[in-house]
């Protein structure tokens, strides 16, 4: 049985700058979790580049390596424990696969050193679920530059899951903005018949009205960050991972 009073608290980079929008990305968080499960938040700072700042040759990995790097996670990490989270999950999958397992271990470190309390991160979550489901090749979609899509690549074959096809939308910022519709045609295209699963990865993007879907359109799972990252907390709480729905990730 559940523990009583589990509460998840919620890390995420604050890429929106609109409450409406950062509205809209908590409310599919908390999509991926059942009603008896709370969820407390807190945001972390993401600069916006100014026009002649951009990085000329279109690479977003140092402004991913920025996030894990500079402070922020563990700091907002430990304003949250006021709210008295159970579980800590940090909402961003481009940060925590960025740099690796190496980076993404060392992340989880950080923040559980900061708090005392166990963390799980969008990347680890994302390969628990995919091996859950038994899946070794995966197509992706997402709304990364090409250079963070090679190392989501590179990150998933540390695992030892093959990407067979990948379909980034090659969005430099603004990834929490990506239309639903946008982000599911690109996971539509990616999808070929040696992939085991689809794989939408980035935590901004808006998947849990469709995904039930999108698999049966497709005829295999497809996982998300935002599903996966809720699906690894609520097992890391005691807490049954089974939500209508939500994807075969919740039904298994």
Known sequence: MPQKHQTLGAIYPDDMWLDHDINRMLD????????HVPMVSVRTHVPM?????????????????????????????????????TVLAYYCTTASFVQGVTGDDALK??????????????????V???????????????????DVNRALTGFLAEYDIEVVNSNPLHYLQDHSIVPSET??????????????AVLISCTGQKT??????????????????????????????????RLP????LFEN
């Open 208 to 241: 849990a009205d469709f995904i039930s879907e999108l698999e049966e359109e497709i005829g295999k799972p497809v996982v998300t960050s935002n599903q996966a990252t809720g699906w690894h907390a609520l097992q890391m709480m005691g807490v049954e991972p």
């Open 183 to 196: 982000i599911r045609e690109a996971a539509r295209r990616s999808d070929v018949a040696e992939a085991d």
């Open 245 to 248: 729905g939500r994807g075969v």
């Open 28 to 35: 599919e968080i908390r999509k991926y979790l059942p009603q």
């Open 49 to 85: 580049f100014p026009e002649d700042a951009e990085p000329s040759d279109g690479s977003s990995v140092e402004l991913g390596v920025w996030l894990a790097e500079n402070g922020d996670i563990e700091a907002a990490a430990a304003r949250l424990m006021r709210l008295q989270p």
């Open 128 to 146: 628990k679920a995919l091996h859950h489901l038994g899946v070794r090749r995966v197509a992706t979609a997402s709304p990364y530059m090409e």
């Open 109 to 126: 470190k950080r923040v559980e050193d900061a708090t005392g309390l166990p963390c799980t991160t969008a990347s680890t979550a994302i």
